[in-house]
């Protein structure tokens, strides 16, 4: 009977390899010998027809059909240990998580139920910007954005947000979404508190430097959100928070206007004093960055759409599971 699936030893050794920095360092993470792990992922790439890593760099490096498939297969191996976990141990673990209200309440708490399910994982937030949570260890990691990385803490990367200028279908004064950048100076723009400036650094990076913003703040991202369902002006989309407005067509992205980075990086912190993380907390980012990708795969999307588009599209996906994700 011919196999469907590769071996499973083998594709935990390709992620591991994925995220590694070379294949010896891999190899003596997974107590391995270098070869072995070369033939594993050698004949993992066999079973596929495709090369997963260009060789051709001193160390390999992730090739398209390689990203592409690491996207695929490492939520199930996270889904596969979650379950085997909540199996050998009884009730899940639980995790406390700091991170921003928007983030929490948008992206992060509808996706709870599901990470319970299949990762064997709890989840308790703690709605803070500050490192004072990972020190009082009042929280076990925190996902951030635009902070900085103190001595005593560590972060991992998650990704650099693209904002992209959004709007109700039609504002509440009748009048249809600006078409071009030229024309964000005609409307209301709105801003919040944190992240700041982000009008002022989304321009410049147009080189665009105007003089007077009509400017309307507001305490969070998703009030933010919320005022522009309303009609109220025009807001920055922030991939992650933005994705249920954008999802169910309650916002829309604004004709002939591309993504553009404000230098706002999102992190997961740790405290320095914890340097090897838990079964738990790895198993969570795991989890997180499978859910990043796939969340940023549907913003970007949802930005190439022609408004009317994303308009008509107006389908709210249920979120909870990378591939719910992925299809957003």
């Known amino acids: 009977m011919l196999r469907n699936a590769p071996p499973l030893e083998s594709i935990e050794i390709f992620v591991a390899a994925a995220h590694g920095q070379s294949f010896r360092a891999v190899a003596r993470k997974l107590a391995l010998s270098p070869s072995a792990v070369s033939r594993r992922i050698a004949g993992l790439e066999v079973f596929l027809g495709t090369a997963l890593f260009d060789r051709s760099a001193p160390a390999p490096v992730l090739s398209a059909e390689g990203r592409r498939y690491l996207a695929l297969v490492e939520p199930a191996i996270a889904t596969i240990r979650g379950a085997t976990v909540a199996l050998r141990e009884g ?7 700091a991170t921003s209200h928007s983030l929490a309440a948008t992206w992060l708490m509808p996706r709870a139920a599901a990470l319970r399910r299949d990762h064997g994982l709890d989840i308790d937030v703690l709605p803070t910007r500050s490192f004072d949570a990972l020190r009082a260890d009042e929280a076990h990691l925190a996902i951030w954005g635009g902070l900085e990385v103190p001595d005593d803490m560590i972060a991992d990367h998650l990704f650099e947000a693209q904002l992209m ?3 109700a279908p039609r504002l509440a004064d009748g009048r249809l979404p600006p ?8 409307f209301p723009l709105l801003a919040v508190s944190t992240p700041e400036r982000i009008w002022e650094r989304f321009l410049a990076g147009a080189g665009l430097f105007p003089a007077r913003l009509d400017l309307r703040r507001h305490a969070t991202l998703q009030l933010m959100y919320e005022a522009a369902v309303a009609g109220a002006g025009v807001g920055l ?5 933005a994705e249920p407005f954008l999802n169910s067509g309650r916002l829309v992205p604004c004709a002939a206007m591309t993504p553009r980075s404000i230098g706002e990086i999102y992190r997961i912190y740790r405290p320095a004093r914890r340097a090897a993380r838990s079964s738990a907390e790895h198993r969570f980012a795991g989890w997180l960055a499978a859910e990043v990708r796939h969340s940023l795969d ?3 999307a949802l930005a190439a759409m022609r408004p009317v588009d994303a308009a008509n599209r ?4 249920p979120p909870g599971t990378a591939a719910d994700a992925g299809k957003a």
């Open 91 to 97: 009730e899940p673990e639980r995790l406390r998580i």
């Open 165 to 167: 200028p959004v709007a």
């Open 179 to 186: 078409t071009s950048e030229a024309e964000l100076g005609d």
């Open 237 to 241: 989309a922030m991939p992650l928070v």
């Open 298 to 300: 549907g913003f970007a």
């Open 314 to 317: 107006a389908v709210s996906v």
